[in-house]
């Protein structure tokens, strides 16, 4: 007598507990999949990918912290699960999803809909591995990031920024800026007279910034072009950039290309 087939291990993640909701529900119709872990952010869900070790994982893209494309990207150098993508984006990134061979859902989507990518999901979970996961998903987020900087050079940059304390507002201009740093749902800006604490996600940060000054070089990064005086590609395909004043921050690999093009 054969024994049963494995039952494929799927994460999900959404912030919205609707959301959450529809998905736990057509999840428990399959038979064939297990929810191992069930997120409410972008954070959750990295640190449930690296816990449970999933076949399958279902991402909204926007969510507060980390969206579903920086959790991608944080998960990066990791064994990487096959992913669905929960988005309302518009067909031009839709379009990218098609092209690097990634699943994903159009909101608001219907249950025969998610039917047919979780089992492309599954299908692709049984026969693809690691590396080719990988590769397609970095060449996704290439992608995407190109169309994010060429969004961003349409609209006007913000040349000051306002943190808000009790009783006080500390106001930054851009020009100071150095680099930025992530710190979960907060940015840390490290600047020419000191570091300051801001609650903005480095997503929602890096539209606002003049794109002709600042580069997203990774999850965790965004530098002054000005302050960047070395780039180093390194093994695996990413790489660190020297700042002016000796600090080494990441490159990711999905970013490389666009990091050596704005570098020259």
């Known amino acids: 007598m054969s024994e049963p087939a494995r039952k494929l291990r799927v994460v999900f993640a959404d912030d919205e507990p609707l959301g959450r909701a529809t998905v736990r529900t057509l999840l428990e119709r399959d038979p064939g999949v297990e929810v191992v872990a069930e997120c409410k952010n972008g954070v959750e869900a990295v640190a449930a990918v690296r816990r449970e070790r999933p076949d399958i994982l279902i991402l909204d893209i926007e969510m507060p912290g980390l969206s579903g494309l920086e959790v991608v990207e944080e998960l990066e150098d990791d064994e990487p699960p096959v992913v669905v993508f929960a988005t309302a984006y518009d067909h031009y990134a839709v379009h990218a999803f098609d092209v690097h061979a990634v699943d994903y859902l159009l909101k608001p989507f219907d249950d025969e809909r998610f039917a047919t990518a979780l089992g492309r999901a599954k299908e692709r979970a049984s026969r693809e591995n690691g590396a ?133």
């Open 132 to 264: 080719t996961l990988r590769e397609r998903l970095s060449d996704l987020l290439e992608t995407l990031t190109e169309r994010q900087a060429a969004t961003a050079r349409r609209e006007p940059a913000t040349t000051r920024l306002s943190i808000h304390r009790e009783g006080r507002v500390d106001l930054i201009d851009t020009a100071d800026l150095v680099w930025v740093e992530a710190q979960d749902q907060y940015v840390m800006l490290h600047t020419r007279r000191g570091d300051f604490l801001m609650r903005e996600s480095m997503g929602k940060l890096e539209q606002t910034l003049d794109p002709a000054r600042f580069l997203r070089t990774h999850r965790s990064a965004i530098v002054a072009l000005d302050q960047v005086r070395t780039l180093e590609r390194q093994s695996g395909g990413v790489g660190r950039v020297q700042l002016a004043n000796g600090l080494w921050l990441p490159v990711s690999r999905s970013r490389m290309s666009t990091v050596r093009a704005h570098l020259g």
